[in-house]
């Protein structure tokens, strides 16, 4: 004999069809979003460490062999950051959306996979430096989280119904309340977008306001014990070249953080260790007291080709590093400075560039008349005139161990980039570019050779003869000085060439290299079709 059970004593027992799988993964993409969205905006508010896409990014970089690291930064620029944090999102979300089908298909699994995220998460998170038990915050509630919304919306989905299921659906009756199509893209949907604001908003957030930002407003730079003037001679004001100052918010930057680093100056110190009779620890009011100086010198970045734009000059407000190593007593054998910034970069800079008397290396605290701006190191940075900054311009710099180029190194030094840095003698043409009208055309341009000077700029026409060009003043030899040459031009297509002279006599060289090792070098030209 056979026994029935009527159909509606049944208990069905909820099912995944194959329509849903695709749904699935969009249920794992918006709850990982959302888990994003909300460790991005949990950090921003209580430990801009513990982001997770910036902790991953970060640890990326730092596991990436040399040869990727430099294509990546001469290929991509400036805007290599936002692409790694991007491709970091991407491969979290995916592996979130893979999350979603594996939910679907079985009751909680897709909880494994975000567990894993959260480890690596966390792991990540830990190998930055100084964190803190908060930093961890952010990774555990955003992705547990994003694990229940992911939980919520499989479960819609699992469970999805017509809008008036027959009598009887104890499916139905499990869940609580039927989903139909529209109920389901609706809540996916309003989650999808607030998943989405949040995530940018909390980006956004980690980028900007912060209590270091509220500080920052608050400062008022000491006046200068000594100050440079500006000569209105130094600006030629010809359309096209580069401002002698250059403006803070179009200064070049050139770093390793992936988010700028927001630094409360109440809690900022500044510690000299290593081969030193007196070990010092500075605080920022401490460095504020101290007797300022103004100085004009230009930055170059040792990534700059022929011809590029990162190098930028501005008026420095900063005490002179060679007092506070005069205090701290290096001792006999050192020969190097490693400084370390708030975020673990390193520079190694000759210590007899920091203690030369007639060098202004500063601890800097202002730019161009106001606090150092947060993407450019504030509260304080190094800025070392004649050397390229990966090497001396540390920013949101926190220690100074003064050691030897034979037991330290600079984070660049590793990845194959020369150890000491000297900036090299360079030209640009600024204008002209394109297409000009015939007749007298201003040529003109920057060249620099920090801490030696620029005693000649040359111009050269189709390879032709060499013509010198004007020269502006300057507040000494530390900054780029501009120059402007008067061109008869003629109608065809024509090759400008430039070429410097620095003050000690030296003649730019001619022969091409690239950035790597130590500096690009070659004349820069420019094509012109004068009509």
């Known amino acids: 004999m056979v026994t029935t059970v009527e159909p509606e004593t049944q208990t069905p027992t909820p099912s995944a069809p194959a329509r849903g799988t695709r749904w699935a993964a969009l249920t794992g993409l918006i709850g990982g979003a959302a888990g994003l969205a909300v460790a991005e905006l949990v950090a921003a508010v209580i430990a801009p460490l513990g982001a997770p896409l910036t902790a991953a990014g970060q640890w990326v970089i730092s596991v990436l062999p040399a040869p990727l690291i430099n294509f990546g930064k001469d290929t991509l620029g400036t805007a290599d950051k936002p692409i790694l944090v991007a491709l970091v999102a991407v491969v979290v979300l995916a592996l979130a959306a893979l999350a979603g089908v594996a939910e679907y298909r079985r009751v909680a699994t897709g909880l494994i996979v975000f567990a894993v995220l959260t480890a690596v998460g966390l792991f990540t998170v830990s190998t930055q430096p100084d964190v803190a038990w908060n930093a961890y915050l952010p990774t555990v509630l955003g992705l547990g989280l994003g694990y229940l919304v992911l939980w919520l919306l499989v479960g819609r989905l699992r469970y999805w119904r017509p809008a008036h299921p027959p009598a009887g659906d104890r499916a139905t009756e499990a869940w609580g309340t ?60 010809i359309p096209g070249i580069s401002p002698y100052v250059s403006a803070n918010d179009d200064f070049y930057r050139i770093d390793t953080a992936l988010q700028v680093p927001n630094v409360d100056p109440a809690s900022w110190q500044l510690t000299v260790t290593g081969m030193v009779e007196n070990p010092i620890t500075l605080t920022f009011d401490q460095l504020l007291a101290k007797p300022m100086i103004e100085h004009v010198a230009t930055l170059t970045c040792v990534s700059n080709e022929v011809g590029g734009n990162l190098a930028g000059n501005a008026v420095w407000l900063g005490w002179p590093i060679r007092e506070l190593l005069a205090q701290a007593k290096p001792k006999p054998g050192a020969d190097m400075v490693l ?31 106001e606090p150092l701006p947060a993407e450019h190191g504030f509260p304080v940075r190094m800025v070392v005139p004649g050397l390229y900054g990966y090497v001396s311009a540390t920013k949101w710099v926190t220690n100074l161990k003064v050691t030897t180029f034979a037991d330290d190194q600079g984070y660049w030094t590793p990845l194959g980039w020369s150890a000491r840095g000297p900036v090299k003698l360079a030209s640009r043409i600024d204008t002209p570019s394109g297409s000009v009208k015939a007749g007298t055309v201003a040529v003109g341009g920057v060249a620099w050779d920090q801490h030696v000077g620029i005693a000649k700029v040359e111009v050269q026409v189709d390879g032709g003869a060499w ?38 006599g030296e003649l730019q060289t001619a022969a091409e290299a690239p950035p790597a090792p130590d500096g690009a070098t070659g004349y820069h030209t420019v094509d012109v079709t004068v009509r």
């Open 178 to 237: 039927a989903y139909d199509r529209r109920s389901f893209l609706r809540t996916t949907g309003i989650l999808g977008v607030l998943s989405a604001v949040g995530l940018v908003a909390g980006r956004m957030l980690a980028a900007g306001a912060s209590a270091a930002a509220t500080a920052r407003s608050n400062i008022r730079l000491p006046r200068p014990t000594s100050t440079q003037t500006v000569p209105g001679g130094a600006d030629l004001r």
């Open 467 to 504: 013509n010198t060009a004007k020269l502006a003043a300057v507040t000494g030899p530390d900054t780029w000085r501009q120059w402007t040459w008067a061109w008869p031009a003629t109608p065809g297509k024509h090759t400008l060439t430039v070429r410097a002279t620095n003050a000690d």
């Open 339 to 369: 400084s370390r910034s708030v975020d673990g970069f390193t520079a190694g800079t000759p210590l007899s560039a920091l203690t030369d008397d007639n060098r202004q290396a500063l601890l800097a605290v202002g730019m161009n008349g």
